[in-house]
């Protein structure tokens, strides 16, 4: 099993994100992925918001 990744950067948003979230899984970084949101981009916690982050998480690792 290969890692999975979501980057920040790809994402457009008002805050300037270079957040970029590893992990084994799909749904670890799904999780973590939905705290960052919820904290940092003022996002709701909502079905929509995890179906959208999980529709842009990749397999392998951010580049640098």
Not at 14 to 37: G, N, P, Q, R, Y
């Amino acid at each position: 099993m290969g890692r999975k990744f979501i980057d920040c950067r790809e994402i457009s948003s008002d805050v300037k994100c270079s957040v970029a979230i590893v992990a084994d899984t799909a749904d670890e970084v799904v999780d973590a992925a939905v705290l960052h949101a919820v904290a940092v981009h003022r996002e709701q916690d909502t079905p929509q918001l995890r179906e959208g982050i999980r529709s842009m998480v990749k397999d392998g690792s951010p580049p640098a």
